[in-house]
C-alpha cells in the first residue's frame, strides 16, 4: 500500500529517543495546574510519527532488536513525562529528608523510569499491529489506553494520565459517568493527534470514514456532556458544609509546642462557623482535615468538648485523627481515621484508612528491605494498619459520605459499596508535603474526575492545599487558594442517578475498544488484499 507521509528518516534511534523524551516531557504543560492541553496538537503526532520512521525500517532490523527499539521509542516518551510530571514526590520527600534521604535519588530516577515500562509496552503492541493509514491513530489510542490500565492496575498509582489533559473540559467530561476516566486517555489521543496527521497523511484509504467516524463520536460526547448537568440544575440536598482548611503547615503540624496553637486554630474557626447560622437546614457538617490535630481524638474527647457545647442535635463534626488498638506499644496498631462526633461529644461514626500511601504510611517489602540493609524501617514515619470497608456509625438513618483519605480519591475503580443513603463523596487530605507545587492541583482535579464517574458531589477538605465543594457534574462550587486558611459554607448538591459507570465499570469500555481494534484490523486486511 502506498503511503506517502513527511517524515524525518535521517534521524538516527538515539535522536528519536531523544525527541520523544522531549515530547513527554512537553506534554507535562497539558496537565493541572498549566492546562495547556493545546501543545498535545504538536508532542502527540510527533509521537506517532517518530514510530512511524521506526516502522519503516523494520525489514532492516530482527524481529529482536525491531522489538526492544519500539519499547525503548516508548519508554523516552514515558521517562519525559514522567520526570516532570511527578517531580513534586521528592518535594515531599524533602520535608523530613533525615528520614528519607535513601530514597531521593531513587525516586527521582527510578520512580519515572518503572512507570515508563508500561509507555514502552504501549509501543510494544503497535510492533504486532500498525496500520500504515491514518487507522493506526486508533490503534495507539487503543494500545496507550490497555497500557495505562495495566499501569494503574500493577503499581496502584493512577496518577498523570494523558486524558487528565481533558478534565476542564466539562462537555466532554460528562462521558465517564458512562465509560470511566480510561476514556479520556482515548479521546485525547484521537482528538489532538487527528488533524495533523489528517493534514500530512495523504493516503485516502479509511481517511474519510475515520474522520466522519470521529467527527460524529465526539458530536455524540458533546451533546451528552452539554445535556446531562441540566437535569438537576439548582437541586440541592439540604444539607450544609462547613470546611475548615487551617493551612498548618507540615514542620509544625507534629511540633509539641505549637499542638495547642494548631488546635486552638481549628476551636476558634469551627464555633464560629456554629454560631453563624444564616440559612435553616436539616444537618449541617463541620469538617476537619486528615490528621487535624496531633491528640488521638477517640482518646481524648475533651479537645471538642467546647465545640460540643456550641452544638445542636443537627450539627455534626468530622475530623481526621490517627487511631491506635491494642495495649502493649511494640504491638498496637495504628489506623489513619476519620470520626464522626455529635452534640453530645460522642463518637457515632469512624473510618479506617483503606489504602495506604507507599513509604509514607507503610514501606512495602519492610521485611525483605530490612534484613537487606536498604533501610532502617524504624526511623520511617508511617507504620499503619489499613482498615477495610467504608464508614461505620451507630445510627443506621444518618446519611453518611463515602470518605477517601488522601490519596484514596485518585482511585477510579476504589469505592466502597454503593450506599444509597450516601449523598456525597468526602475525600480529607494533608498536602502540606507537596508545597507549592503541581501536587495540590492534581490531585484537586482528580476529585472532579470522581464526582462525574460517580454521580456524587465531592467535598475535599484539606489541611492545606486546595479545598473544595464539587457537584456531581464536576463543575466547582467553593474552592480555596493553594496555602490558604480557608472556612466557607455552601449547601450540598444534590447527587444523581446511580451512573452506568458505578455500574459496569470498565467493561463497556473495554468491550468497545476490542470491537473497533476488530473492525480496523479486518478493515485494513481487506485493504491490502485488494490492493
Known amino acids: 500500500m502506498d503511503f506517502n507521509l ?6 538516527s534511534f538515539p535522536r528519536k529517543c531523544l525527541i520523544n523524551f522531549l515530547m513527554g516531557s512537553l506534554s507535562v504543560l497539558s496537565l493541572d495546574p498549566i492546562n495547556f492541553f493545546v501543545i498535545l496538537f504538536f508532542t502527540i503526532p510527533i509521537y506517532i510519527f517518530n514510530f512511524d520512521t521506526l516502522d519503516d525500517e523494520k525489514n532492516f532490523h530482527s524481529k529482536k532488536i525491531f522489538f526492544i527499539k519500539c519499547f525503548l521509542l516508548g519508554m523516552s516518551f514515558g521517562y519525559g513525562f514522567y520526570f516532570f510530571s511527578l517531580y513534586w514526590i521528592n518535594i515531599s520527600l524533602l520535608i523530613e529528608i533525615e528520614v528519607y534521604y535513601l530514597l531521593l535519588m531513587p525516586s527521582l530516577l527510578f520512580v519515572p523510569l518503572a512507570l515508563s515500562v508500561f509507555y514502552g509496552l504501549s509501543t510494544l503492541l503497535l510492533a504486532f499491529f500498525y496500520p500504515r493509514n491514518i487507522a493506526r ?5 487503543i494500545a496507550w489506553t490497555i497500557s495505562e490500565y495495566l499501569r494503574i492496575s500493577i503499581t496502584d498509582f493512577p496518577w498523570a494520565q494523558i486524558g487528565h489533559s481533558l478534565i476542564h473540559i466539562n462537555a466532554i467530561l460528562q462521558i465517564i459517568s458512562i465509560f470511566g476516566e480510561l476514556f479520556l486517555t482515548t479521546l485525547t489521543v484521537i482528538i489532538f493527534s487527528l488533524p495533523l496527521i489528517l493534514i500530512l497523511n495523504k493516503s485516502p484509504e479509511l481517511k474519510y470514514t475515520s474522520l466522519l467516524t470521529t467527527l460524529f463520536v465526539l458530536l455524540g460526547i458533546i451533546t451528552f456532556g452539554l445535556s446531562r448537568p441540566g437535569l438537576l440544575e439548582g437541586k440541592t440536598d439540604n444539607i450544609e458544609i462547613n470546611i475548615i482548611q487551617p493551612n498548618i503547615k507540615q514542620t509544625d503540624k507534629w511540633d509539641r509546642e505549637l499542638a495547642q496553637v494548631n488546635l486552638n486554630k481549628l476551636t476558634s474557626a469551627t464555633i464560629e462557623m456554629l454560631n453563624n447560622k444564616e440559612a435553616s437546614s436539616d444537618k449541617r457538617y463541620f469538617i476537619w482535615p486528615e490528621t487535624a490535630t496531633p491528640y488521638l481524638i477517640d482518646e481524648n474527647l475533651e479537645i471538642t468538648s467546647d465545640l460540643a457545647k456550641n452544638m445542636s442535635s443537627k450539627d455534626y463534626l468530622m475530623a481526621g485523627s490517627l487511631r491506635r488498638e491494642g495495649a502493649a506499644v511494640g504491638n498496637q496498631s495504628i489506623y489513619n481515621s476519620l470520626f464522626m462526633i455529635d452534640w453530645r461529644n460522642k463518637i457515632i461514626g469512624k473510618y479506617d484508612k483503606n489504602r495506604l500511601v507507599p513509604f509514607g504510611e507503610y514501606l512495602p517489602f519492610s521485611q525483605l528491605l530490612s534484613k537487606l540493609g536498604f533501610l532502617n524501617f524504624e526511623q520511617l514515619s508511617g507504620n499503619f494498619s489499613n ?24 482511585f477510579s475503580e476504589f469505592l466502597h459499596s454503593y450506599n444509597q443513603k450516601t449523598n456525597f463523596i468526602l475525600n480529607v487530605t494533608n498536602d502540606a508535603w507537596f508545597g507549592r507545587s503541581s501536587g495540590p492541583y492534581q490531585h484537586f482535579s482528580m476529585s472532579i474526575l470522581r464526582a462525574v464517574e460517580r454521580g456524587l458531589p465531592v467535598v475535599r477538605v484539606a489541611n492545606t492545599g486546595i479545598s473544595g465543594v464539587i457537584d456531581p457534574f464536576g463543575r466547582v462550587i467553593i474552592k480555596s487558594k493553594l496555602n490558604t486558611e480557608y472556612y466557607n459554607k455552601t449547601i450540598l448538591p444534590q447527587k444523581t442517578d446511580v451512573t452506568f459507570y458505578t455500574k459496569y465499570g470498565y467493561n463497556p469500555l473495554f468491550s468497545i475498544l476490542m470491537l473497533c481494534f476488530l473492525l480496523i484490523y479486518y478493515s485494513n486486511k481487506k485493504l491490502i488484499s485488494k490492493n
Open 6 to 11: 513527511i517524515k524525518p528518516n535521517n534521524l
Open 387 to 410: 482498615g477495610q470497608g467504608g464508614m461505620t456509625v451507630l445510627d443506621d438513618d444518618l446519611i453518611i459520605p463515602h470518605v477517601l483519605i488522601c490519596y484514596e480519591i485518585i
Open 137 to 141: 491513530i486508533f490503534i495507539v489510542a
